[in-house]
């Protein structure tokens, strides 16, 4: 039985066996059929179920006359990724701001959940941030052919058709590093995060760790705005108009 943390083992009490018998179902059969669900699981829809509840809170007190804390946070996150998609993607923007907002808050959540005692940040297991990155490769690459129609094709061919043959593979191998460059680079920083801070306050837990919670936390912001920022990059390349 792998080791779980209370919220795993709240949710395993509770959806353990539906899980089991769903996964069964779908011909997947758990390692441990009375924990089918992993803290990294767990933690994923803690994070899902913060955020929802964090919109639920802004939204019961959105006022235009007297905007709160909150409010103001929202619109601050709002206004400063409208500000970057409108520089890097350009005309038409604004229909994929609502993905960069998720990504973003959902990232973030996640890398500053391992901050708090009796937590884990989901973004520290490799299979989140290669969801992640995944699921925007996939965005981009629908939306480039939303854009362009089949013409997106062209874009693995290089501007010179002569050599199409050998940018086609080039060109697709970039795209798939992608995928890695995304992932791995989350994966990395928050891992050694994690590993530090938790190294410091088993040896010294007073004071010292304080400034390694402190490096986390900038760790932690610097790493979702990367990963949204390589995102609006993608998209931009893939709805990007010849001229």
């Known amino acids: 039985m792998p080791e779980q943390l209370w919220f795993t083992r709240f949710l395993n009490h509770h959806f353990g066996a539906a899980t089991t018998a769903l996964l069964s179902y779908l011909g997947f059969h758990p390692a441990h059929p ?55 993607i350009g005309h038409g923007y604004e229909r994929y701001v609502p993905y960069l907002t998720s990504l973003g808050y959902f990232i973030l959540i996640g890398n500053l959940l391992g901050l708090v005692p009796g937590f884990e940040s989901p973004t520290a297991d490799v299979s989140v941030p290669l969801g992640c990155a995944l699921t925007t490769f996939f965005y981009y690459q629908l939306h480039g052919i939303r854009h362009h129609g089949w013409r997106y094709i062209k874009q693995f061919l ?9 940018m086609f593979p080039i060109e697709v191998v970039s795209h798939v590093a992608r995928i890695l460059s995304l992932s791995v680079r989350l994966f990395a920083n928050m891992f050694a995060g ?32 990367i990963f949204v920022m390589l995102t609006m990059v993608y998209i931009g390349m893939a709805v990007s108009e010849e001229h």
């Open 194 to 225: 994690d590993m530090v801070t938790l190294a410091f306050f088993s040896l010294v837990p007073i004071l010292v760790p304080v400034a390694f919670l402190a490096l986390h936390l900038g760790v932690a912001l610097v790493q979702a705005f």
């Open 158 to 166: 290089g501007p010179v058709g002569g050599l199409a043959w050998l």
């Open 34 to 88: 009375n924990a089918p669900i992993s803290n990294t699981v767990a933690m994923e829809v803690l994070v899902c179920l913060l955020l929802i509840l964090f919109f639920l809170v802004v939204r019961a007190r959105l006022s235009v006359d007297n905007p709160g804390g909150l409010q103001h946070i929202v619109e601050m996150t709002n206004e400063f990724i409208n500000e970057q998609a409108d520089q890097v």
